[in-house]
C-alpha cells in the first residue's frame, strides 16, 4: 500500500512557475513509476508527464501540451517526486494529481492512462491568472 499526498499548488501569474511536490509512504518507493495527472473544472482527467521506476534508465515522457515547460523529478531517498512548472498559461490551471504504479519489470515503461495506476494522492490545486 502507498500514499501519496501532494502539496505546492497555489496561485501564480501567467509565464510564472511552480514546483509541485509528492510524499509518498512505504519502503519501495523506488520501484514504482510515477505520473503526474491533472484535471480542469469539466474535463476529463488528463495525463501531464511520467516518469520510470529508478534503476530503468530514468525514462521520462510529457503530453505536448507541457513539453519543454514542465520536468518531473524523484528523489527516492526522500520518497518524493516533484513537477517543475515553468511558463505557466491559463489553460494549465487544473487540480494535480499525483500517481504511482508499482512496476517489477524494469522496462523503463512510463504509464500514460488513468487506469494503469495503482495510487492517488488527493490533488492540489494550480491557478494561474492573466
Known amino acids: 500500500q502507498v500514499q501519496l499526498v501532494e502539496s505546492g499548488g497555489g496561485l501564480v501569474q501567467a509565464g510564472g512557475s511552480l514546483r509541485l511536490s509528492c510524499a509518498a509512504s512505504?519502503?519501495?518507493?523506488?520501484?514504482?513509476?510515477m505520473g503526474w495527472f491533472r484535471q480542469a473544472s469539466g474535463k476529463e482527467r488528463e495525463f501531464v508527464g511520467g516518469?520510470?521506476?529508478?534503476?530503468?534508465?530514468?525514462?521520462?515522457y510529457y503530453a505536448d501540451s507541457v513539453k519543454g515547460r514542465f520536468t518531473i523529478s524523484r528523489d527516492n531517498a526522500k520518497n518524493t517526486v516533484s513537477l517543475q512548472m515553468n511558463s505557466l498559461k491559463p489553460e494549465d490551471t487544473a487540480v494535480y494529481y499525483c500517481?504511482?504504479?508499482?512496476?517489477?519489470?524494469?522496462?523503463?515503461?512510463?504509464?500514460?492512462?488513468?487506469?494503469?495506476?495503482?495510487?492517488w494522492g488527493q490533488g492540489t490545486q494550480v491557478t494561474v491568472s492573466n
Open positions: 500517481a504511482a504504479k508499482y512496476d517489477g519489470s524494469w522496462s523503463g515503461f512510463v504509464f500514460k492512462t488513468r487506469d494503469e495506476y495503482d495510487y
Open positions: 512505504g519502503r519501495t518507493f523506488s520501484s514504482y513509476a
Open positions: 516518469l520510470s521506476r529508478s534503476g530503468s534508465g530514468a525514462t521520462h
